[in-house]
């Protein structure tokens, strides 16, 4: 006598590997796609980073050869050329839209500092939605 036929047929091993295989692979798939995402993170929002870098170091150094020339003016004039060097090295940083400190030291030193955040692109996946930048320079007001 033949035997009634099962309503659903058994699964070999063959097909069992193969579906596990699926699992891993998928899986392997999955982890490699979030290590690309975050390598292209590193890559797109490193380098904004970098740019923004380059770029408040050179609004600083600006500012700091505005300040120094400011300075040099008022001394030629007889005034005190510290103040007008601090006031226009802040100046430029606010019409390059920057925020940053200015400092003259007591040797004469103008130092200035610029402070700024990159949105990121990429890295926002995982949680980093900005990166900070700052740039930094010194210049020296010379008296006559």
């Known amino acids: 006598m033949a035997h009634p036929p099962l309503?659903?047929?058994?699964?070999?091993?063959?097909?069992?590997?193969?579906?596990?295989?699926?699992?891993?692979?998928?899986?392997?798939?999955?982890?490699?796609?979030?290590?690309?995402?975050?390598?292209?993170?590193?890559?797109?929002d490193g380098g904004a980073k970098a740019a923004d870098q380059r770029e408040s170091e050179a609004i600083a150094a600006r500012a700091a050869r505005v300040g120094v020339d400011a300075g040099a003016v008022a001394g030629i004039q007889g005034r005190p050329g510290a103040t007008q060097a601090v006031a226009a090295?802040?100046?430029?940083l606010r019409e390059q839209g920057r925020e940053g400190s200015v400092t003259m030291l007591a040797s004469g030193v103008l130092r200035v500092q610029v402070h700024h955040r990159t949105p990121t692109t990429f890295l926002t996946?995982?949680?980093?939605?900005?990166?900070?930048s700052d740039g930094e320079t010194a210049a020296q007001l010379r008296q006559r």
């Open 125 to 132: 996946l995982v949680g980093i939605t900005e990166l900070s």
């Open 7 to 44: 309503p659903h047929p058994v699964p070999s091993l063959a097909h069992v590997r193969l579906r596990q295989r699926g699992v891993s692979l998928s899986a392997f798939s999955a982890v490699v796609a979030v290590a690309v995402l975050l390598m292209a993170g590193l890559v797109v």
């Open 89 to 92: 090295a802040r100046a430029s």
